[in-house]
């Protein structure tokens, strides 16, 4: 089948900033007194809305996780409209698909104005043809309403679509929502499970362009 989309997730796939987010989770956990287990990283990556706001509830033992995700957000705005650090081979694998003409989506938890704010600062709003964020959506990731969502907006069956994930909800959602779902393992490295259904799994986004898109010339 010919791939005619390609749908990014944002926080660890194209930007280096899940380690600020972690950076940050873990301020407002000392500032809260708890100590988040090992395995909170894997709970909240990927997530937004309510699903998020129990995964915190669930760590920091609060009844309204809301509060603490509106903290962390507002301090990684904060810290990220200085610089908005790249990771490897983003910038080229979205322009060798926007030069092959594919569609191209963002489709991230984060809020609407953080997704665009980071693709302008980093110089390659240009490439996307639509941007979705959790915030539109009833069911986050690992629910596959945004990568449904992100389909719908660039005109593609999702059959036809590439979905780029560091997140194993991630890779959860897109597999749910019929894409080729694709990992590139940032913070955490893919379970047993994830290396079962996952469609590909690359060391970085500059891997999967040399392997894939490069050989396909």
Known sequence: MEMKGAIFDMDGLLFDTENIYQE??????AENGVTLGADFVGDICGTSGAH???????????????????????????KLKVYVPKKPGAE?????FHDKGMRLAVASSSYPEQIESNLKLAGMREYFDAVVSGKEVEHGKP????????????????E??????DSENGIHAGKVAGCTAI??????APSEEIKEIA???????????????????
């Open 24 to 29: 940050t989770w873990n301020e407002l956990a």
């Open 52 to 78: 998020m706001c129990r995964v915190i509830e669930k760590h920091y033992g609060v009844a309204d996780g809301s509060i603490i995700m509106e903290e962390c957000m507002k301090r990684v705005r904060q």
């Open 92 to 96: 080229w694998i979205v322009k060798a």
């Open 143 to 158: 629910a596959p309403d945004i990568f449904l969502l992100a389909a719908e907006r660039i005109g593609c069956t999702p």
């Open 160 to 165: 036809t679509c590439y979905v780029f994930e």
């Open 183 to 188: 990992m590139i393992p940032d913070v955490l």
């Open 199 to 217: 469609d590909g799994i690359y060391e970085s986004l500059e891997a999967f362009t040399v392997e894939v898109l490069e050989k396909a010339e």
